[in-house]
Antibody, heavy 117, light 110 residues
Framework: QVQLVESGGGVVQPGGSLRLSCAAS????????MHWARQAPGKGLEWVAV????????FYADSVEGRFTISRDNSKNTLYLQMNSLRPEDTAVYYC??????????WGQGTLVTVSS | QSALTQPASVSGSPGQSITISCTGT?????????VSWYQQYPGKVPKLMIY???KGPSGVSNRFSGSKSGNTASLTISGLQAEDEADYYC??????????FGTGTKVTVL
């Protein structure tokens, strides 16, 4: 079965950087686009970014464009999210999700990122 | 990329049907038949319930159905059950190859 395991979350100061990872198993990773989404404490879901199956196309939410970079290593079945210039409003649980038919059909358990001084 | 608009809460009695609306614009819901719906219990991971407006993934109850008219998509839960009490989010593919989620709706079973 599909398994997605995020890691790399933690506490970081405003302006700092963090890299999240998502280890995938149970499916042919290189065949699927992958997403990052987030959920601030007590708030709704927010889509963050998507990357195509081969990494050639990447798209971002306006709120993170220019600060976050999505990437993948198909040889390691791993998805990444490099987050720079972090702001307090970036505080959230970050989920990676497998993309199928323009939906997010399987989700990881999430990793918490807290941006605070 | 403004969030799609959903009612904050919807409630119904067991056995009833309820409908959750999801209103977007001509740049997202109105232009693409690519709306999906997610169920999320408190503290849990979202689960895909509907994709491409009205298609149900394998294993999801057929009590959940989706539709769309113009800039508004809808999720209907028929034969409401206590286990349906959760938060529900719509999501649409949008211009620029991006995605946008709805504001979320809390469903309460009376």
């Amino acid at each position: 079965q599909v398994q997605l395991v995020e890691s790399g979350g933690g506490v970081v100061q405003p302006g700092g950087s963090l890299r999240l990872s998502c280890a995938a198993s149970g499916f042919t990773f290189r065949n699927y686009g992958m997403h990052w989404a987030r959920q601030a404490p007590g708030k709704g879901l927010e889509w963050v970014a998507v990357i195509s199956y081969d990494g050639s196309n990447k798209f971002y939410a306006d709120s993170v464009e220019g600060r976050f970079t999505i990437s993948r290593d198909n040889s390691k079945n791993t998805l990444y999210l490099q987050m720079n210039s972090l702001r307090p409003e970036d505080t959230a649980v970050y989920y990676c999700a497998k993309g199928t038919d323009f939906s997010l059909d399987s989700w990881g358990q999430g990793t918490l990122v807290t941006v605070s001084s | 990329q403004s969030a799609l608009t959903q009612p904050a809460s919807v409630s119904g009695s067991p056995g009833q049907s309820i409908t959750i609306s999801c209103t977007g614009t001509s740049s997202d819901v109105g232009s693409y038949n690519l709306v999906s719906w997610y169920q999320q219990y408190p503290g849990k991971v979202p689960k895909l319930m509907i994709y491409e407006v009205s298609k149900g993934p394998s294993g999801v109850s057929n009590r959940f159905s989706g539709s769309k008219s113009g800039n508004t998509a809808s999720l209907t839960i028929s034969g409401l059950q206590a286990e349906d009490e959760a938060d529900y989010y719509c999501c649409s593919y949008a211009a620029g190859s991006t995605y946008v989620f709805g504001t979320g709706t809390k469903v309460t079973v009376l």
